[in-house]
């Protein structure tokens, strides 16, 4: 697993594991649905021996690779802090435990790191071995019952399939200080772990994707790292609202990464996706996407949200809540075949279809709870929710996890044939307006160069 050789053409559906409750839709039935499993430091610093025990049984060894989240510590100390109790929450003290100085004094002095704290060239190298011997050790260092299995086959588990050099926030005001560390801590990392295959987490503010001379620079200084991948992030960087002057961008950092560095993007949705299959050129390998906050994500945590029932719509590749997707569906739950032709065939349908008296039942089922809105006193106004009943939702993340599969499994034969169908999909599904079926043309677009 040398560097980035055995990475080429690699086209790996990659998830995010977002809560220990959610495993369930990520190992069984569904274990075999994707490839990489990515995991957040705090995570892994936190529950250890249960994500080693998830990884090395339930997962049977899937390949994962962790995120350090070190940006974390150079936002406002707040998004790290419980606000109940004022204090560093509890997971992301156990990072700090790993990863040491500079963040800890900082964070005893009350503020968050800043690129200054890193100047130190033999500082900064002790943060990339520490943060770099975190990701590798974690997990192999939990015991279980899946040790003696897995020595008898000569096997190695628990470690990662990559490691992450520690990386930082960059937008256009900070970003020449941040990418100056980002950039040695990519070349400490490799010289430090050259048998490790590195990866240089590209972590950009929408304003750098639009500056498209900061853009050079940094790609520039980033092809010149001896990483062996590059993975993306860009700040909430949502494919189905962007526009195409965003998504023309997009598409061109990606053209210019990829001529010399094969790339994972972090928070994608099926337009990533779709780039993977049809433009080899722009050398993605991976495109991962999470269950809870699914294809893209801030930077800065922003609060949990309200629940909404949303049922993925396959030929539209976006989520929809249930209320408006029931109109797209309804002509359709007059026949069995008519449903599984026109709206979905996975497993989840299928079953949920089967086990009810008529189709209009059985599709219901993904917005159980919808139908009881609940009042309740949000600031100032009262609010109208309904919330959806936790077997509702566990049927919409099944669903969507068998669309993710047959997505990224599915044989694309080339862009023009893709943005073919969107332009199709968005006419047919006209009647949910714009707002569910405007990303499809816009994708179409850039697709078709
Ligand atoms: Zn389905």
């Known amino acids: ?6 990475l080429n053409s690699t086209q790996w559906h990659m998830v995010r594991f977002g809560t220990h409750g959610e495993a369930r839709y990520l190992s069984g039935d569904f274990l075999n649905t994707y490839d990489v ?8 610093a936190f529950t250890a021996g249960a994500m080693a025990e998830f990884i090395a049984e339930r997962a049977a060894n899937k390949l994962y690779i962790i995120d350090p989240q070190t940006h974390a510590f150079q936002h406002h100390l707040k998004y790290i802090k419980s606000p109940k109790t004022g204090e560093v929450k509890t997971s992301i003290d156990r990072l700090l435990s790993f990863y040491g100085e ?7 002095a009350n503020r968050p790191v800043s690129s200054g704290d890193f100047s130190d060239d033999s500082l900064l190298t002790s943060v990339v071995e520490r943060v770099i011997a975190f990701q590798k050790t974690v997990f192999a260092t939990q015991e279980g019952d899946w040790s003696k299995y897995y020595n008898f086959l000569k096997i190695k588990v628990l470690q990662p399939r990559a490691v992450v050099a520690p990386y930082f926030f960059m937008d256009e005001l900070t970003a020449m200080k941040w990418l100056e560390i980002n950039t040695k801590a990519a070349a400490i990392a490799k010289d430090k772990f050259p048998e490790e295959t590195i990866i240089m987490q590209l972590v950009i503010d929408k304003g750098v994707l639009l500056n498209s001379e900061l853009l050079e620079e940094i790609i520039d200084r980033v092809l010149d790292t001896p990483a062996d991948v590059v993975a993306i992030w860009i700040d909430e960087f949502d494919e189905t609202a962007a526009t195409i002057t965003e998504l023309l961008a997009y598409r061109k950092m990606l053209q210019k990464l990829g001529t010399r560095k094969p790339i994972i993007i972090l928070y994608g949705s099926f337009f990533s996706v779709a780039l993977m299959k049809t433009m080899p050129e722009l050398n993605i390998i991976g ?31 976006i989520r929809i809540p249930y209320v408006d997707v029931l109109s797209l569906v309804r002509p359709y739950l007059d026949s069995m075949e008519r449903y599984l032709q026109n709206v979905c065939d996975c497993n989840t349908c299928k079953a949920v279809m089967r086990d009810a008296n008529d189709l209009e039942e059985g599709f219901s089922k993904y917005g159980e709870g919808q139908e009881h809105p609940v009042k309740f006193r949000r600031r100032h106004q009262v609010v109208t929710i309904s919330f959806p009943t936790p077997e509702a939702r566990a049927l919409c993340v099944q669903h969507y996890m068998w669309c993710k599969e047959n997505e990224y499994k599915e044989q694309l034969r080339n862009a023009s044939e893709v943005a073919e169908r969107l332009e199709k999909a968005a006419k047919e599904c006209s009647i949910v307006g714009n707002s569910f079926t ?5 994708w179409a677009k850039v697709l078709r160069g």
């Not at 697993?1 to 055995?6: A, D, T």
């Not at 500079?102 to 005893?108: A, G, L, W």
């Not at 609060?303 to 993925?312: I, M, N, T």
């Not at 405007?438 to 816009?442: D, I, N, Q, S």
């Open 1 to 6: 697993m040398n560097g980035n050789s055995s």
């Open 37 to 44: 499993l990515i995991v957040n430091g705090n995570m892994a």
């Open 102 to 108: 500079p963040f800890k004094s900082s964070i005893q």
């Open 287 to 317: 495109v991962c996407h999470s269950l809870e906050y699914g294809e893209h994500r801030p930077v800065i945590p922003v609060g949990g949200g309200l629940p909404v029932s949303k049922f993925y719509y396959p030929s539209l590749h």
């Open 438 to 442: 405007g990303h499809c043309l816009r």
